[in-house]
């Protein structure tokens, strides 16, 4: 999922309003939050509050089981077989399952689903790392000419004990993970194509390939297989009613309305009116006021799968960061980060317990790696840096074998304009750094999170704060995203470890 502007863990805080009998319907549950939805469509869906929704509408072949990310159940799918060289998924899906036009599912919609993804595939979705897994590569047909009909088909088709059939160029353990992303829902075919979508065929897939779907029919009309069906979608409003022939059985709740509100203050107003059951907050300086209002529960601490990073570059390419671009205490050379003694300082320097008290207000949590605690391969026996100063000196002493204590440097590093945190977070990392030698210097300076994205993505940032949100449970959209000199943020940081690589 897109990074995150921040290195919090997650801030946003869930406030319920209980005791005091509400104004809205008995039998609806109202939420109000800030951010708009940007879409219904799955196969175009790509952020919280859209997926939000979406889950609730519709339905995925397999699932996690609760908060575990560790263990997958079954959901429209009912069990599967792998074949032995990993190459191959066979899914027996639910049967009697009905979509909210009345539709029953059967394959053809699993299939038409998956297809319809790798034929749209379009640069702001998250169907990448499903086509990444079937067709093994991330790009559409317009920007690959190795996506062809013929290899769609074959990798996603149903046979004729109607068997949904996955065929894999290679074998990917993640498969599974990503089949439970809310992109993968089943979406209702016959509905779809009655509405003017694509009509699942080879004759036609060209016109498709790399589609928008923001605005698609399918977003504007869904029909999903979920225990809620739309009722209305407006611009600051979403209303879902029960969908009484779920094949889980009736949910509690009769109705929900989602409320776009803006303006916190309005939430909050209308949280205490109980004009809402649940609110959206966001300012954390605002935690002990509102615990002290009657009626409210605030809902804090909840786990978080974001991985908040501090990306030190090992190439700095862009000249007004580097300054002198020489070791001399003007400026650093390109090749600063690169030197493990200088990362091996810089992580000494930086005080977590300080920035956890400071900037989280004591509730994050230090971590051993760079992935969410809860996800498979979390050791949390690996050694972390602790805040040394005598360590750290240590080490700024061995930097380039020994010239780097003596000469100085002056580092310029870029956070995001407006982000509070980003400010706050190089602040006190300037403030440890400068505390050891006065030779040491570093400049921050603010810079426009877009003209960041840019900068980093050639190379041009010497360090990078941020937050990468999983697109789905599995430490492979983490670690390769992170260490890979192929992934992601290989451009960012100049690392390149064969060891890591294999």
């Not at 502007?5 to 109202?30: E, H, M, R, Y």
């Not at 690959?144 to 160029?169: E, F, H, M």
């Not at 977590?352 to 498979?376: N, Q």
Request: proline share 6%; charged share 20%; hydrophobic share 40%.
């Amino acid at each position: 999922m897109r990074p995150y502007t921040t290195t919090l863990l997650a801030l946003t805080t869930a406030l319920f309003a209980s005791s005091a009998p509400a104004i809205a319907p008995k039998d609806t549950l109202v939420l109000q939050q800030s951010a708009d939805i940007t879409t219904l469509d799955p196969a175009q869906a790509y952020d919280v509050p859209s997926f939000a929704i979406v889950e609730n509408l519709y339905e995925t072949l397999v699932a996690y089981r609760g908060s575990d990310q560790t263990t997958l159940r079954p959901l429209l799918a009912t069990k599967w077989t792998i074949r032995p060289d990993g190459r191959q998924y066979t899914f027996d899906l639910r049967r009697n399952v009905r979509f909210h036009s009345g539709n029953t599912m059967t394959c053809a919609d699993a299939e038409y689903t998956l297809r319809r993804l790798l034929v749209t595939n379009n640069a702001d979705s998250g169907s990448f790392f499903i086509s990444q897994a079937l067709l093994g590569t991330e790009s559409n047909a317009k920007d690959d000419p190795s996506v062809t009909w013929p290899k769609i088909s074959r990798a996603v088709a149903c046979n004729a004990a109607g068997q949904l059939v996955l065929t894999l160029p290679s074998p990917d353990p993640a498969l599974l993970a990503k089949l439970a992303s809310q992109n993968t829902s089943i979406v209702d075919r016959k509905h779809a194509v009655k509405l003017g979508e694509w009509d699942g065929t080879g004759n036609t897939w060209q016109r498709w390939i790399g589609e928008d779907l923001t605005d698609s029919a399918l977003s504007r009309q869904p029909s999903g297989t979920g225990a809620y069906r739309l009722v209305q979608q407006k611009a600051q409003a979403v209303l879902a009613t029960r969908h009484d022939p779920y094949w889980g059985g009736p949910a509690p709740l009769k109705n929900v309305a989602v409320q776009i509100i803006p303006e916190e203050a309005a939430r909050l107003a209308s949280l205490q009116r109980c004009d809402a059951d649940v609110a959206e907050a966001g300012l954390r300086a605002m935690l002990p006021q509102l615990r002290a209002q009657p009626n409210l529960q605030v809902l804090d601490h909840l786990p978080d799968l974001g991985t908040p990073v501090m990306l030190m570059n090992e190439n700095i390419q862009d000249p007004v960061l580097l300054g002198s671009g020489k070791l001399d205490g003007k400026g650093i050379p390109a090749n600063f980060f690169a030197d493990l003694n200088v990362r091996r300082a810089f992580n000494y320097a930086f005080d977590r317990d300080r920035y956890i008290r400071e900037i989280t207000s004591g509730t994050g949590r230090p971590r051993t790696m760079a992935l969410p605690s809860t996800f498979l391969g979390y050791d949390r026996t690996i050694p972390t840096y602790p805040y040394n100063r005598t360590k750290a000196i240590e080490a700024f002493k061995k930097a380039f074998g020994g010239q780097l204590w003596n000469t100085g440097f002056v580092l310029s590093v870029n956070y995001r304009a407006g982000s509070t945190s980003g400010q706050t977070t190089m602040e006190l990392l300037k403030a440890s750094i400068e505390a050891l030698n006065p030779k040491f210097r570093i400049n921050i300076q603010p810079q426009p999170w877009s003209d960041l994205l840019a900068a980093s993505k050639s190379g041009k940032a010497s360090m990078l704060t941020l937050s990468w949100i999983s697109d789905y449970a599995d430490p492979d959209n983490v670690l390769y995203a992170l260490f890979s000199s192929q992934g992601f943020y290989a451009p960012r940081t100049g690392f390149k470890d064969a060891q890591v690589d294999a």
